[in-house]
């Protein structure tokens, strides 16, 4: 059974950090590539960045460039979510997802692509609020 497991949320003021991790089982770490995802009250939910567990290529949103940071440890099935100088529209609930890489995925790196072709398997969130 696939489980994605998220951790690290809670509450933090702006201008802090938090560090995410989403530890992954029941899959072969290297055919998947694992992403962040989040979804603010009221808004859909939008891609963060991926990282592919074949080769360690990362891929961010334009809009998360800078402060945000995606990183792996491949012996613990763990990618984590760095993030900096948190601001109050950060606030959301964050998810980590997995999606095959299949041979576009091997070639073009991992994406951030929602609904029929998009993430196989999707963690239950955890949340994160920024205060003022």
């Known amino acids: 059974e696939v489980q994605l497991m998220e951790s690290g949320g809670g509450l933090v003021q702006a201008g802090g950090s938090l560090r995410l991790s989403c530890v992954a089982s029941?899959?072969?770490?290297?055919?998947?590539?694992i992403a962040w995802f989040r979804q603010a009250p009221g808004k859909e939910r939008e891609g963060v960045a991926c990282?592919?567990?074949?080769?360690?290529?990362?891929y961010y949103a334009d809009t998360m460039k800078g402060r945000f940071t995606i990183s792996s440890d491949n012996a613990k099935n763990t990618v984590f979510l760095q993030m900096t100088n948190l601001k109050r529209e950060d606030t959301a609930v964050y998810y980590c997802?997995?999606?095959?890489?299949?041979?576009?995925?091997?070639?073009?790196?991992?994406?951030?692509?929602?609904?029929?072709?998009?993430?196989?398997?999707w963690g239950k969130g955890t949340p994160v609020t920024v205060s003022t």
């Open positions: 997802a997995a999606e095959v890489l299949d041979l576009y995925r091997l070639i073009a790196g991992c994406g951030l692509r929602q609904g029929l072709f998009g993430m196989d398997y």
């Open positions: 029941g899959f072969t770490w290297g055919d998947y590539a």
């Open positions: 990282v592919s567990n074949y080769d360690g290529s990362t």
